[in-house]
């Protein structure tokens, strides 16, 4: 049972869901950082005053745990050997933020020993929250309705799966899946906490991002919460995405789906891996 964590995340969720939209309202001016990646990026004060918020209510709450959030500087070898860590993204999908096109999301996950137990994504735009704590199933709530449980669908044909891929992030090689695999369309949405919302709620089956340039702040939330709605997360190999590692880079990229189809996206994306040049790396 983890009612404080959940609690306090989705408190903190909520507060900086509000400081979030007020700055999106009024409109901010967008910086460029460096990312942990050495890759350019915007960030924005929005960013930063919800990174703030969540890290000290984090903090305050469980000075055990180590707090990381995409805005604060890391300590890798304290937060390996820390039993628990919390990722924070204050906004993931800051394109989205930034172009004003509703698709970004503030999202906290909890790690236990390298494994995602806890996660709140929630969409301040669209007042969508989804959540989960491991072994106790995902909800979500719109508008500040009725929780509702998240089940994933048992579609097994491709040829009726809608892919969820990057809007601001689509490589051209996901036009080469979509014929390969088959599939029906595709559906182009902002933030991973989004996309993954998307299988959850049986609005799609399948989300691929090739790049290796996500974080362990983007996945780690929307893992936990589609994992418990009965849906897998692996990268682009099946190896499942774990937490405790010093870089916090998912090189292999990610793949999530309603389960059932997962290990055949899987074997399917091999042969075209090959071609693109992409090879499993090793982590540390």
């Not at 009726?160 to 090689?173: E, G, M, Q, T, Y």
């Not at 991973?192 to 996945?219: N, Q």
Request: aromatic share 8%; glycine share 10%.
């Amino acid at each position: 049972m983890l009612d404080l964590e959940l609690a306090t995340a989705t408190d903190l969720a909520r507060k900086a869901s509000l400081l979030v939209l007020d700055y999106y309202n009024k409109g901010v001016k967008t910086q460029q950082k460096i990312g942990v990646d050495n890759f350019t990026e915007p960030v924005t004060v929005a960013d930063k005053a919800a990174s703030r918020l969540i890290v000290d209510g984090l903090n305050a709450t469980f000075n055990d745990d180590f707090v990381l959030s995409e805005e604060e500087q890391d300590i890798p070898l304290e937060r390996v050997e820390t039993g628990r860590v919390w990722m924070i993204d204050p906004i993931d999908g800051t394109w989205g933020f930034i172009k004003k096109d509703g698709d970004f999301a503030v999202q906290i996950g909890l790690i236990e020993d390298g494994d995602p137990i806890l996660g709140v994504v929630l969409l301040p735009f669209y007042d969508v929250l989804y959540w989960a704590v491991k072994g106790e199933g995902a909800f979500m709530t719109r508008d500040g309705g009725r929780p509702e449980k998240l089940n994933v669908s048992a579609n097994t044909d491709f040829r009726k799966i809608d892919l969820a891929v990057s809007r601001n992030h689509r490589s051209p090689k996901i036009g080469r899946i979509k014929r390969d695999f088959g599939l029906r369309s595709e559906i182009q949405r902002g933030s991973v906490g989004i996309k993954m919302g998307l299988i959850a709620e049986r609005c799609s089956d399948l989300y691929i991002h090739l790049s290796p340039r996500t974080k362990f702040w983007d996945t780690c939330g929307p893992q936990i919460i589609l994992e418990e709605a009965g849906g897998r997360v692996t990268d682009l190999f099946g190896s499942r995405i774990r937490y405790g590692h010093r870089d916090v880079q998912n090189h292999g990229g990610v793949v999530a789906s309603n389960g059932v189809i997962h290990d055949q996206a899987i074997k399917r994306l091999r042969p075209l891996l090959e071609e693109f040049g992409r090879v499993s790396a090793a982590r540390s």
